[in-house]
């Protein structure tokens, strides 16, 4: 069965969401920017919601001579949206699970065969994820930023008993990569 790795940007607070400007994509350091294509190839399949594939679509196959090399993994990988209005995805390599049944969805992808699946962003999907114990691994990006509100990884009400640190690094520009699994099959329990 393939590995379902949520990988988020992430306050010290907590934050996922961003509502201020804590996070820019293409303003990234060279040791992070590795530690990210290490991570991308491991993962042949990019799971994301509606909202976060729109604003991904709508941004990264439009960069010019992108040095972090997002954009070209971006268009190569298969992408996966989780929506119940979209009909044509319209990026290559792009395909609908459609949002009246998502975890059997999820479930089904990570039955074939293949490598990591990856969600970010995608707060209501990671939320919903999490919530069904269906996230095998976290990547937590910390940023040293306190944004003192927005969503957070985990909806409330929700508990994951108990996580183990699977690495932990940082990087020249302040960021730290917490990877952590779920101990003994703890995967997220009570109400989203």
Not at 56 to 67: C, N, T, V
Request: proline share 5%; aromatic share 8%.
């Amino acid at each position: 069965m393939r590995k379902l790795v949520v990988t988020q940007n992430i306050t010290i607070d907590g934050c996922i969401e961003m509502i201020t400007s804590w996070f820019d994509p293409t303003d990234q350091t060279p040791d992070l920017i590795e530690e990210s294509h290490r991570q991308d190839s491991t993962a042949d399949a990019l799971l994301l919601g509606r909202q976060t594939f729109e604003d991904f679509r709508g941004f990264w196959p439009h960069q010019q001579d992108d040095a972090t090399g997002v954009t070209d993994y971006l268009n190569a990988v298969d992408k996966y949206v989780v929506t119940s209005t979209m009909t044509d995805p319209d990026w290559q390599n792009s395909s609908i699970i459609p949002g009246d049944d998502v975890l059997a969805g999820v479930r089904d992808l990570k039955n074939r065969d293949g490598q990591d699946i990856v969600v970010t962003g995608s707060i209501t999907l990671t939320h919903a994820l999490i919530t069904a114990g269906l996230v095998d691994e976290y990547r937590l990006f910390v940023y040293p930023a306190v944004q003192g509100r927005g969503r957070g990884l985990v909806p409330d009400g929700v508990e994951i008993p108990k996580l183990s640190l699977m690495q932990a690094k940082s990087f020249s520009n302040g960021v730290a990569l917490l990877n952590y699994t779920p101990v003994d099959g703890a995967g997220g329990t009570g109400a989203a």
